[in-house]
């Protein structure tokens, strides 16, 4: 799949998750640099908040919005994942005063990008996409950006995790 970063082609590598698909399973860093499992997260549904790198502006209102949003939601978890180093992770989530907010970073290698259709070949950084997971890993909720620097559509997403 093609998209655009300012205005530029881009290429996605892999395949992209579909409505109905089952997640496959991701092994990931957490900020202290232990692994993280999709299996981690049994029983909760899942928001995979998939962003090229929190070190931006949209990246960071993208995050803080569905983090905000989804606070107070016992059965939602946000997971936020980026090609960003976890000592760069761990400083946003301080900065941006968010401590308990979940960062993941695939930077250690291609797998999670490529399973999930989201790895950006000219740039190494996955794109902004989220997708939702139910509490069995079924994919749910799809949003592809095809713009990078646009922002997803929080609202369709917001909606789709209404109860």
Known sequence: MKITFGGNPLTL?????KVGDNAKSFTLLKNDLSVA???DYKGKIKVLNIVPSLDTGVCDAQTRRFNAELN??????VITISNDLPFAQARWCGNAG???AITLSAH?????GTDYGVLIKELRLLSRTVLVLD??????????????TDH????????HLAV
């Open 37 to 39: 499992k999709l299996e």
């Open 135 to 148: 509490k069995n890993n079924v994919v749910t909720y799809v949003d592809y950006v095809h713009e990078g």
């Open 98 to 100: 968010l401590p308990n």
């Open 152 to 159: 997803p559509d929080y609202e369709s997403a917001l909606k």
């Open 72 to 77: 107070d939601r016992e059965d939602v978890v």
């Open 13 to 17: 590598i892999g395949t992209q998750v």
């Open 108 to 112: 250690k290698d291609e797998v999670f």
